[in-house]
């Protein structure tokens, strides 16, 4: 496997220093926790004189199966340290703002580059995940890194989750070559498959009254509002109600689909997915960003929700205006 100027810069950096601290994007996904617990262990195995922290101030219920993370340390502690900052494409995303009081920085990371925010920068925007990278990574550098189950089925849960378990089109034959590499660890599949994707009954319904809810524009953008009441209704967090976005992936002729999420304090989380159809343009323009096909913005007005919809729709209008063979 190949190794590339920037991995190499990213392996040497870690290595002139002593201790290390590894922080990611707030709000965390299976992808910002697998590739940080993932090199965090990596590097515990190869490094054991080093001190190597994950630094974070919020966490995700979902991915509480695997395992806790480090208590936060003062930013005193940060100035003799070379901080990593994984699966982060923008410094406002990062959960533990404290960052910047490392001595050096490194970004590592798969999203489209809109920010520039380290000493170094290893970003490969066409990796399936970030975990796909820290794969290639080890990979690359093999002889002198270790692994085991445990780094590998953390690394693993962020290639599953963030390609959509293999379907999405960033996957490559690389993308399945280091998958195959990590699942050689030792990783449990029905394990892991069980504890994230297997659903309360409860979620179920939820899913249901969705459905009934949802709303289809004339060109064929999916959307669902998720305010403070339907949150009650079925007891959901901001992290469960969320998930909502993924119930509208598989329907005919939409090949955009948008939830809206009331997160209670005035603003609403958007999380816009498409095919095909290129949407991380129109979530930088509403305060967000993110990959082409999945991406993330806020909004805070009702009003300012149906204007996005409303640009969604001419999206969609114009894609299937000049293109065919999508479907
Ligand atoms: P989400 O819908 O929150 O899962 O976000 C989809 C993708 O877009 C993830 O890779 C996020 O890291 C990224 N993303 C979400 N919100 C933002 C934002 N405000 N700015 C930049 N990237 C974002």
């Known amino acids: 496997m190949n190794v590339n100027e920037n991995m190499r810069k990213v392996l040497d950096k870690i290595k002139e220093y002593d201790k290390i601290y590894i922080f990611r994007h707030f709000r965390p996904d299976g992808d910002a926790v697998g590739s940080t617990k993932g090199l965090q262990r990596i590097l515990q195995l190869s490094f054991p004189k080093k001190e190597i922290y994950l630094q974070n101030e919020d966490f995700s219920d979902y991915l509480a199966f695997l395992g806790g993370e480090d208590e936060l340390q003062s930013p005193e502690n940060y100035r003799d340290a070379l901080g990593i900052v994984m699966d982060t494409g ?148 901001n992290e469960a109600a969320s998930a909502c976005v993924g119930y509208m992936d598989s329907i005919k002729n939409v090949i955009a689909w948008i939830a809206f999420i009331d997160s209670g304090d005035g603003s609403i989380r958007v999380r816009l997915r498409s095919r095909f159809v290129t949407i991380s343009e129109l979530a930088e323009r509403y305060n967000g960003g993110g990959h082409a096909c999945a991406a993330g913005a806020t909004v805070y007005s009702e009003e300012e929700m149906r204007k996005l919809i409303a640009e969604a729709d001419e999206l969609v209008k114009e894609f299937k205006a000049n293109n065919e063979g999508w479907m």
């Open 90 to 237: 923008t410094s406002q995303r990062v959960s533990c703002q404290n960052f910047v009081h490392c001595k050096e920085i490194v970004k590592f990371d798969h999203h489209i580059p809109i920010e520039s925010y380290g000493t170094i920068e290893w970003v490969e925007e066409e990796r399936s995940s970030t975990c796909e990278m820290v794969a290639a990574f080890y990979d690359a550098f093999k002889d002198e890194l270790k692994i085991d189950v445990e780094a590998a089925t953390y690394i693993y849960t962020g290639m599953v989750t963030d390609s959509g378990r293999f379907r999405f089109r960033s996957v490559s034959g690389n993308t399945m070559r280091l998958a195959g590499l990590i699942l050689d660890q030792g990783v449990d599949v029905d394990v892991l498959y069980a504890n994230l994707y297997l659903k309360n009954f409860e979620e179920f319904k939820f899913e249901s009254y969705v459905y009934e809810k949802m709303q289809i524009t004339e060109n064929g953008v999916a959307h669902i509002f998720v305010n403070q009441e339907m949150k009650d209704k079925f007891h959901l967090s």
